[in-house]
């Protein structure tokens, strides 16, 4: 078949969510024949890998990335990315806070679109706790500033791109800022940002690796904050 969706989805011990994140997968991309679904065995100790051994039996939109070692959030997506075969390529998380058929909405923009090559689509997110959104806006107004570019609900997902646009990184970032790297590049590079309304809800299982209180809020702040003036560097010596 022709793959025209690659969506990638990284997963650090998500083994409990991934039983229902390919329920609802079984029911939106196993339906297409022109998507393929990535998941990134994140370095995962929980059976994760022996799982979607099991899964890709009889899903023919199904494959695995295994990373050995847990190298970051960033990392994981890359890792799939590299290995995708789609000429759209996405990310989304795999905790079930955002339905995993967002992408195919998303996807939609890209088939409409006169050039997919100059399109970059996110979702924006509705439904979060108000902590959050104001986290959000924080966060929103303070990479806007320092990029000098407006860059609004920068972790919403799903993050969707050409492959062309994927082939111009250049040493993008293995954490939490590749979201951040990925958005401002776009907007730097002059593509077409759609954004598209996406339910957030709660985690079905388990409890997030890094926003867990708010002192986790804060350290990603720091880094975010340290990464973004390397980016702002890069960003303004690029041609």
Not at 126 to 143: C, H, K, L, N, Q
Not at 157 to 174: G, I, K, L, N
Not at 189 to 206: D, Y
Request: hydrophobic share 40%.
């Amino acid at each position: 078949m022709s793959i025209g969706l690659s969506l990638v989805v990284p997963a650090y011990n998500e083994s409990k969510n991934l039983l229902l994140l390919l329920e609802r997968a079984d029911a939106t991309i196993g339906r297409r024949d022109d998507a393929e679904l990535i998941v990134v065995d994140n370095g995962s100790s929980d059976g994760t890998g022996v799982l979607l051994d099991h899964a890709m039996v009889s899903r023919p939109y199904l494959r695995k990335t295994r990373v050995e070692k847990n190298q970051g959030y960033g990392f994981g997506i890359l890792s799939g990315l590299k290995d995708a075969r789609g000429g759209v390529l996405a990310w989304t998380h795999a905790d079930m806070q955002t339905d995993i058929g967002d992408a195919l909405s998303g996807f939609e923009l890209f088939r409409n679109a006169s050039d997919p090559k100059k399109l970059f689509v996110k979702g924006r997110r509705y439904g979060r706790p108000f902590s959050d959104v104001v986290f959000t806006v924080g966060m929103a107004a303070i990479e806007t500033a320092l990029l000098s570019r407006p860059l609004w609900d920068i972790n919403a997902q799903p993050t969707m791109f050409s492959r062309a646009f994927f082939e111009q990184w250049s040493d993008p970032p293995w954490d939490f800022s590749l979201d951040l790297y990925a958005y401002a590049l776009a907007c730097r590079r002059g593509l077409e940002i759609r954004r598209f309304p996406v339910h957030f809800g709660a985690r079905a299982h388990g409890r997030s690796h890094w926003n867990f209180d708010w002192r986790s809020k804060f350290r990603l702040i720091g880094r975010t904050l340290g990464y973004s003036f390397e980016l702002r560097r890069r960003l303004s010596n690029a041609p």
